[in-house]
Nanobody, 123 residues
Framework: QVQLVESGGGLVQAGGSLRLSCAAS????????MGWFRQAPGKEREFVAA????????YYADPETGRFTISRDKSKSTVYLQIDNLTPEDTAVYYC????????????????WGQGTQVTVSS
């Protein structure tokens, strides 16, 4: 089993940046990819980005915005999500997940989830 711990959330002003971290432990070799999702109040959880451990291929829900950058540090079994030019609409709990590439992108169920980290953006 893989355990995931997110960190890096907080309260920031609009226009600011945050870097979220997701540290994986346990049977990390069972995961092909890691992903980030977010859930805003009253909304469904939505996919943000994913990255494959091998090769570092990245996937984004909306690659044209350019505000989200996912990266990984294999030596630390940690995945990061850089969010730039934050807006109040980015306010949400951000979750990371681990599994196959399809699970990491939410195409199919079955991935492992962290507890989430709260991001609040003030206007």
């Amino acid at each position: 089993q893989v355990q995931l711990v997110e960190s890096g959330g907080g309260l920031v002003q609009a226009g600011g940046s945050l870097r979220l971290s997701c540290a994986a432990s346990g049977r990390t070799f069972t995961s092909d990819a890691m992903g980030w999702f977010r859930q805003a109040p009253g909304k469904e959880r939505e996919f943000v980005a994913a990255i494959r451990w091998s090769g570092g291929t990245t996937y984004y829900a909306d690659p044209e915005t350019g505000r989200f950058t996912i990266s990984r540090d294999k030596s630390k079994s940690t995945v990061y999500l850089q969010i730039d030019n934050l807006t109040p609409e980015d306010t949400a709990v951000y979750y990371c997940t681990a599994g196959t590439s399809s699970q990491a992108m939410g195409v199919i169920d079955g991935g492992t989830w962290g507890q989430g980290t709260q991001v609040t953006v003030s206007s």
